[in-house]
């Protein structure tokens, strides 16, 4: 059930209409808490979607929204979980975002 939720919700984490992308950003920083590690099975598909764009994101609410998501994932997750997604990503990442996911990984 959690895989049919999350799929269905991805596509709004790099929503083209920004205050579509921005809700759903701050609504995953919401659910984060309340899931936890419960988020194992869909991790590696959250990941890319919330940090592709956003963390690049020249609108400051959807850089902040984005932010707030990944503190959020690395205060209320297993760090296990987190670390194979992360490094994948910041290989694969440019500017700010390489930055942000690479002091995340340190």
Do not use: W
């Not at 984005?66 to 490094?87: E, G, R, W, Y």
Request: with cysteine; hydrophobic share 45%; net charge positive.
């Amino acid at each position: 059930v959690l895989l049919q939720i999350f799929d269905a919700f991805k596509p709004r984490l790099h929503d083209s209409n920004s205050k579509v992308n921005q809700v759903a950003l701050e609504a995953m920083h919401k659910m984060v808490p309340l899931l936890k590690d419960n988020l194992s099975p869909v991790i590696n598909m959250l990941i890319p979607a919330i940090v592709d764009n956003n963390l690049n994101s020249k609108n400051p609410g959807i850089y902040a929204a984005a932010t707030n998501v990944i503190q959020a994932l690395c205060q209320h997750l297993d760090n296990s979980l987190l670390l194979q997604p992360f490094c994948t990503k910041a290989q694969f990442l440019s500017g700010k975002a390489k930055q942000d996911l690479t002091e995340k990984l340190a």
